[in-house]
């Protein structure tokens, strides 16, 4: 029913010229994402600001499911970024609403107004602290990232202490930074570059760039054009997108990476929303730069309805399923073999199995943007403070999805680990100064 809807607008995007660079994907495969996006909307789940962002920066049509996520993503930021959101999470907020040209620093819904860009000041600057003063930042470095792109992106200030200290992160060889990180904070470090006047901190950021940029084609070259992941190749794309004057002196033939991405059944909405826009040659940093004057389609309401689950075939697998914890409190490992139908996702696995000894297996997950994500398990919890989580593997090796995406093979043995993630390398308040 949408797809006509999309069809059309995402052939006035392209007709825009905005499909000249990046991948060019057929138009046939970006209506298809669109839909698979905004099929993924549902009343009563939260809204998704990455969905509002990605629909915006294809210059989708405007509908009833993106009005309707506009004024949902207003009405949350309204009664929860002060107190309940991470400074990440209110960045994609402000980044979706810059994408809607709607102002940041003005946001009303519920009869309240809010200024979305001085919550995330101030959650940037306690992100900065804490970097400063322990080395690792409250959250993560990919949310400061987010945040130093997004108060770039609005004109606020703010970013250019952030984005230092990114530089610094970058070019620290004791942090290990995903593909996932370095991405945004390249767009981050990209935004910064380009507004400021300061000299040495041009010369760093320069340095970090190319350090990102020479790094993701090293990578892709050697990897027939994989930078990281299947799900980190969006972020990636988007970086080198909208990098090229970093890796100036040196050729890059995208065919390889973007025939990476195209060979890729993505259904995850979130994943979607990341890959989407390097699809149509756009990135995260052209958020504020969107031209929003786009015609409301005259589609009915579309119907906003819960999900629906996936059937598996007849067939029963054999899964085996150990849970270890060395690092906290009295170490523990168990081991059990359930069957589940071919097909299913972890998550059934995990059910199996707390079905079978719930005193054992039993575990809690919270709903994310990217699906379940298992917070504890055995009663042991993750901690955002002590940056604990429970990592899965299979074969020694970290799946590349979650429960509710990773479909185990007959035989295949699962381990749940209590861990950390990594501390990345301290920097000190006078390493940067000197740059601002
Ligand atoms: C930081 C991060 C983590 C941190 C989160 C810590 C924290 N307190 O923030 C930690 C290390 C815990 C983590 C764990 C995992 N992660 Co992770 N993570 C990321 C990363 C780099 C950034 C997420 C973020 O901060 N977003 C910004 C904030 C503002 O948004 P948010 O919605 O609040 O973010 C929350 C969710 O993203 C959630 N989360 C993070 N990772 C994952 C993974 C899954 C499967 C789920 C359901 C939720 C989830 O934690 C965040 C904080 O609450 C993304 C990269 C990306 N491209 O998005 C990968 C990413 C989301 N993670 C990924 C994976 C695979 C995992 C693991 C399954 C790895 C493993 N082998 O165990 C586990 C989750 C296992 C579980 N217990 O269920 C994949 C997901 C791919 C997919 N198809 O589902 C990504 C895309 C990386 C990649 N390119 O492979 N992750």
Not at 90 to 117: E, F, M, W
Not at 118 to 127: A, F, I, M, S
Not at 239 to 244: D, R, V
Not at 390 to 401: N, T
Request: hydrophobic share 40%.
């Amino acid at each position: 029913m949408l797809s006509v809807a999309f069809g059309i607008g995402v052939l006035l995007a392209l007709a825009g010229g905005t499909a000249a660079k990046g991948c060019n994907a057929s138009q046939q495969l970006v209506s298809e994402l669109v839909q698979r996006m905004e099929d993924s909307v549902k009343v009563n789940e939260m809204p998704n600001p990455s969905i509002l962002l990605a629909l915006n920066l294809v210059e989708a049509t405007w509908n009833y499911t993106h009005k309707w996520l506009l004024q949902r993503i207003k009405e949350e930021a309204v009664t929860r970024a002060q107190k309940d959101m991470t400074s990440g999470k209110v960045a994609l907020y402000v980044l979706s609403l810059l994408s809607s040209c709607k102002d940041p620093r003005h946001v009303q819904a519920l009869g309240k107004t809010i200024n979305l860009v001085q919550v995330l000041q101030q959650k940037t600057d306690e992100e900065v602290a804490r970097l400063v003063v322990d080395g690792i930042p409250k959250t993560t470095l990919y949310s400061v990232s987010l945040d130093a792109l997004a108060l770039c992106l609005a004109g606020a200030g703010g970013y250019q202490v952030a984005s230092a200290l990114l530089a610094k992160q970058v070019l620290s060889p004791d942090s290990h930074l995903s593909v996932d990180t370095r991405a945004v904070a390249a767009l981050a470090m990209t935004c910064t570059y380009g507004h400021t006047d300061l000299q040495d901190l041009q010369e760093l950021l320069r340095e970090a760039l190319h350090n990102v940029t020479n790094g993701f084609l090293d990578e892709q070259e050697k990897s027939g054009g994989m930078i990281g992941n299947i799900y980190s190749m969006g972020l990636a794309l988007q970086a080198l997108e909208s990098t090229q004057e970093f890796y100036a002196l040196r050729e890059w033939n995208s065919t390889q990476a973007c025939n990476m991405v195209y060979s890729h059944d993505y259904r995850l909405p979130m994943a979607i929303a990341q890959v989407l826009p390097p699809l149509v040659g756009r990135s995260y940093l052209d958020a504020a730069d969107l031209n929003c004057t786009t015609g409301m389609s005259p589609n009915p309401e579309p119907s906003l309805s819960p999900k629906l689950g996936t059937a598996g075939d007849h067939r029963n697998i054999e899964v085996h399923y150990t849970i270890t914890n060395t690092l906290q409190g009295t170490p523990f490992s168990y081991t059990t073999t359930v069957q589940v139908p071919a097909g299913s996702v972890l998550l059934r696995v995990l059910q199996a199995a707390q079905e079978k000894d719930p005193d054992i297996f039993r575990f809690q997950t919270k709903q994310t943007f990217w699906g379940p994500m298992v917070i504890s398990i055995h009663g042991l919890a993750a901690d955002l403070d002590q940056r604990t989580y429970w990592e899965f593997l299979s074969g020694g090796v970290p799946l590349q999805e979650g429960v509710g995406t990773y479909k185990p093979r007959d035989g295949e043995h699962i381990q749940a680990n209590f861990t950390t993630y990594p501390n990345y390398g301290g920097t000190t308040m006078e390493g940067i100064k000197s740059y601002l």
